[in-house]
């Protein structure tokens, strides 16, 4: 097994999660799920932000603000008594179990352990309070093998980059500190931008150049700080091709700065980057161009890192092979999950990419009538 997939999760098994009444899924380093409104793909990708919030001791937090525990039982919690998580992590798994407590409908951990691929040991943690037994100071038969396990959940990070009102976190002024990694929503974008200028300025071009395929107009960014020195903050501005005055933010389109926040994500260097990058439908608001750019930058960074992200754009599915697919469809509010069968589908490569041969309905993932 190469180093690469090593830090890669390589098969996730669910029961009793959301719309997921049973799921035993192997995974690539590219990962397209592509179905109908309302398949569960938007439930699958949640997965990740719910396993980072286990991993951070905010499971209870979470659970609260999605509606409370007995939302996240398949059908709620009397048809189904548990939820099960099992995930196989470069050489190591992590394995938890979940039963409801009706007393305040909370998630309560009945199971939850690490395994190694060299061993069939399972070692067992025991969180404290209602939260996972991967945080610090828990019990644990390992605590090496705990804090891999803990370690890598919080390198899978899930963005979302469908905000760009003038209220959007990157349009405001925020601190020059705030720079040690790309935040979930972008919103820390133009210190983390400055950031890379001043460390890593061959990332930074391939940043600039990227927007420039896309946005011919645009000329660089402008990252002045302002404020006392060690309090700065910094404003999200840039320059025009044509023009030496900066523009703010709120003068780019939704689809540019869209792209501008996936061209960070992506074409920062890969020690920034997180071991696993899980974005939903990124192609909103963007020109036929813009996604073959953005199609280029995954299949780049899925050298190293995993992408997982989902699609209702046929352009955007076109420009994936078969193997990087996964079909969702839903019967009856059951979410089923499968890859596409590439020897059926031989001669119709000949002529149509995925996103087309997905409109003709020959691979599944379309509305359920």
């Not at 919030?53 to 209870?60: H, M, N, P, R, T």
């Not at 890593?200 to 896309?214: E, G, K, L, M």
């Not at 501008?260 to 963007?286: H, V």
Request: proline share 4%.
């Amino acid at each position: 097994m190469s180093e690469q997939n090593n830090t890669h999760i390589h098969q996730i098994k669910l029961k009793g999660f959301k719309s997921i009444k049973s799921l035993d899924l192997k995974m690539s380093p590219i990962n397209i799920l592509i179905g109908a409104n309302g398949a569960g793909k938007t439930n699958f990708i949640s997965l990740f932000t719910f396993l980072r919030s286990l991993s951070e001791g905010k499971l209870q937090t979470y659970t609260e603000k999605q509606g409370y525990a007995n939302t996240f039982f398949h059908f709620g919690s009397k048809l189904t008594q548990k939820i099960i998580i099992d995930i196989d992590i470069g050489n190591n798994g992590y394995h938890v179990e979940f039963i409801h407590s009706e007393n305040n409908d909370a998630l309560v951990f009945d199971t939850e352990y690490c395994t190694v691929s060299t061993s069939k040991y399972q070692w067992a943690i025991r969180g404290k309070l209602g939260e996972s037994g991967l945080l610090p100071g828990s019990e644990s038969d390992s605590d090496y093998v705990r804090k891999y396990t803990r370690e890598f959940m919080q390198k899978c990070r899930v963005y979302h980059f469908h905000d760009t009102s003038p209220t959007a976190g990157f349009k405001q002024a925020q601190k020059l500190s705030s720079s040690a990694f790309l935040n979930s929503d972008a919103s820390n974008l133009a210190p983390f931008l400055r950031f890379l200028r001043d460390r890593h300025p061959s990332s930074y071009q391939d940043i600039i150049s990227a927007i420039q395929t896309v946005t011919p107009f645009f000329h660089d960014f402008y990252l002045e700080p302002r404020g006392e020195k060690g309090d700065e903050s910094l404003l999200l501005r840039w320059t025009h091709r044509d023009h030496d005055a900066p523009f703010s933010a709120n003068q780019l389109s939704d689809g540019t700065a869209r792209f501008i926040c996936m061209a960070a994500l992506f074409l920062q260097p890969e020690a920034y980057r997180p071991s696993a990058i899980i974005l939903d439908e990124p192609e909103l608001g963007l020109h036929p161009a813009a996604l073959n750019v953005l199609s280029e930058m995954i299949k780049t960074a899925s050298k190293q890192n995993q992408v997982i992200c989902s699609t209702q754009s046929v352009a955007f599915a076109n420009q994936f092979e078969p193997d990087d697919f996964i079909i969702v469809d839903q019967m009856k509010g059951v979410s089923t999950f499968k890859r596409p069968d590439k020897k059926f589908l031989e001669n119709w490569l000949e002529d149509y990419g995925m996103g087309d041969i997905w409109t003709k309905n020959l691979i599944g993932g379309r509305p359920e009538w």
